[in-house]
T-cell receptor, first 115, second 117 residues
Framework: AQSVTQLGSHVSVSEGALVLLRCNYS??????LFWYVQYPNQGLQLLLK??????LVKGINGFEAEFKKSETSFHLTKPSAHMSDAAEYFC?????????????FGRGTSLIVHP | NAGVTQTPKFRVLKTGQSMTLLCAQD?????MYWYRQDPGMGLRLIHY???????AKGEVPDGYNVSRLKKQNFLLGLESAAPSQTSVYFC????????????????FGPGTRLTVL
């Protein structure tokens, strides 16, 4: 079975501060991992994904995430937060051959950016 | 290229009424999905389809039915709406993960906000 845990339903940062959104996963096979972003009243869009190869993945809008197998983690970071980064962020894992590799989503983390 | 579209965008139903949500994609994707999003619960998979004419249950299928008669359309039906089905519904599509996992990316529609009174 596969599952995702996002630590913290809300994360609050000041503009210009480091953004760190945490994601831990469980899987029985090598996982594919994703971060999606959802702006208010919109659908989700892919921020970045890890499939194979380099464990540090760079995405859009200056975000990046590092796959750490030993820690079963895929935390999302950005060096300097912008007001426009305020959104809901979802981590997802795809790792179940019997389930047609359908991704499972975490519960989401709301990023709040203060001026 | 419109991507994934959903109809309608908003709907209010009374308990016991029925309705159908339509999802359409123009990317020739094999897989299509219906999710519901509720505060603090993230996205939960209702039903999905891995190809035309096929459907499968997801995590929370009770009270919903789906059909995939055409590759580009995926319909979600509520036969007898209940207040517990008040939610935002998202449709998504993707290429087949079984064919090539490196293409794993889901494309989401803008959502349908449903209120059941």
């Amino acid at each position: 079975a596969q599952s995702v845990t996002q630590l913290g339903s809300h994360v609050s940062v000041s503009e210009g501060a480091l953004v760190l959104l945490r994601c831990n996963y469980s899987s029985s096979v090598p996982p594919y991992l994703f971060w999606y972003v959802q702006y208010p009243n919109q659908g989700l869009q892919l921020l970045l994904k890890y499939t194979t190869g380099a464990t540090l993945v760079k995405g859009i809008n200056g975000f990046e995430a590092e796959f750490k197998k030993s820690e079963t983690s895929f935390h999302l970071t950005k060096p300097s937060a912008h007001m426009s980064d305020a959104a809901e962020y979802f981590c997802a894992v795809s790792a179940t051959p019997g389930g047609s590799y359908i991704p499972t989503f975490g519960r989401g983390t709301s990023l709040i950016v203060h001026p | 290229n419109a991507g994934v579209t959903q109809t309608p965008k908003f709907r209010v139903l009374k308990t016991g009424q029925s309705m159908t949500l339509l999802c359409a994609q123009d990317m020739n994707h094999e897989y299509m999905y219906w999710y519901r999003q509720d505060p603090g619960m993230g996205l939960r998979l209702i039903h999905y389809s891995v190809g035309e004419g096929t459907t499968a249950k997801g995590e929370v299928p009770d009270g919903y039915n789906v059909s995939r008669l055409k590759k580009q359309n995926f319909l979600l039906g509520l036969e007898s709406a209940a207040p517990s089905q008040t939610s935002v519904y998202f449709c998504a599509s993707s290429y087949s993960f079984l064919v090539d996992r490196s293409t794993d990316t889901q494309y989401f529609g803008p959502g349908t906000r449903l209120t059941v009174l």
